[in-house]
Structures are given as C-alpha cells and as structure tokens.
C-alpha cells in the first residue's frame, strides 16, 4: 500500500516533489507513522526499483515461454520493459529516475539491480551473436542502446497507453534493431 501510494506520487510529480507527508496522507500515516515502516524515501525509491526491475524479469521469463532463440528473448524482453515501465507507476518511476543520486546506502543496491537488468540484455545480445542470429560486437554497448531506448518510450507514450499498445512499440524496436543487427542487413558504409 505504501509503495503503490509512493510510486504513483512518484509518477506523477516526480520524485524529488514527493514528500513522505504526501506519502503518508494517501495510505492514512503521518509521516512519522511511515518510519514504522520505511527508512525514508531513498528507501522507498530503492524498493520500488528493485521491486519493478523483479517484475521485469519475471513478465520476461513468462513472454519468454522457456524459449532460447535469440529473436524470441529479446522480444520478451523488449516488450516486458515496456509493458512494466509504461504501464506501471512503479515502471514509470524506474525509467524517469535512471540517473537519481542516492545516497551510499541505498545507491548500491539501486546499481545492482539496474546492472542485473542490464546483464540480462547483454546476454541474450550475446548468446544471439553467438548463435550468428545478430551482430553485436559489444553487447553491452548494444544493451544500453536498447534501454536507453526503452526508457523514453513512457515520456511520449503516457500512461494511458495499454500493453497492446507497448507490445507494438516493443515489436517495431525489435524489428528496427533486428534489421541493424540481424545477420542479413548490410554492414554499415556498405552501400
């Protein structure tokens, strides 16, 4: 309940704006009463984050099916970003507050989670490589590519915007990525 309060405060404002008061008159606590609960609101931004980045995960592996081929994780990927960052308060904090400074305590785990995240793309660039599906050289290079891509869509595509409507965002990106990197496209200065 705080977190869901927290995240579409969050979203709508802005995380600097948002005040543990603001907070805690959505769920009914003053701001001492969220203190029983949370350490403060950097603790609140760094459960949301790595809540949400989880959430990512886990809508990847269900898109996903148990499925290896490359196209396949990367579309699941692609479209569970989507799908939790625009659709979601809590996705929606995620992608505005990529560069947030935090302090040591909580900056850490924040960094660990975006970098799981990030490693999961650049694997599957990297498996898809391997398996001669795409060219990706540098498959972290690629894989910040892509989110930094991901993390704008929220900005023009707004909350209003269904997952239907991601998943065709997150297809067309795939498919524009795909004929860059995909095995048939022409290597660039080629033409």
């Known amino acids: 309940m705080i977190l869901t309060a927290a995240a579409t405060s969050m979203a709508e404002h802005g995380y600097e704006r948002v005040t543990l008061e603001q907070i805690g008159e959505q769920v009914g606590l003053s701001a001492t009463g ?14 949301l984050m790595t809540d949400t980045i989880a959430e990512i995960g886990r809508e990847t592996d269900v898109l996903a099916a148990g499925s290896t081929d490359p ?3 990367l ?8 799908r939790v ?10 992608s505005n507050h990529q560069d947030i400074v935090v302090s040591e305590t909580y900056s850490d785990v924040i960094r660990d989670a ?33 989110l930094g891509a991901l993390n704008g869509v929220p900005r023009w595509a707004g909350p209003q915007a269904t997952a239907a409507a991601t998943d065709k965002i ?3 990106l795939v ?3 795909i004929s860059g990197i995909g095995v048939g496209a022409s290597p660039p200065g080629s033409r």
């Open 34 to 47: 969220l203190y029983h609960y949370v350490g403060g609101k950097e603790d609140i931004l760094a459960q």
């Open 71 to 73: 196209e396949v994780l």
């Open 75 to 82: 579309r699941a990927f692609v479209r569970a970003h989507l």
């Open 85 to 94: 960052a625009v659709t979601t308060p809590a996705g929606r904090v995620l």
């Open 114 to 146: 975006r970098r799981r995240h990030e490693r999961r793309l650049e694997s599957i660039l990297a498996d898809g490589a391997a398996a001669q599906a795409f060219r990706a050289p540098d498959p972290r290079t690629t894989a910040r590519f892509v």
């Open 170 to 172: 997150g297809d067309q």
């Open 175 to 177: 498919d524009h990525l």
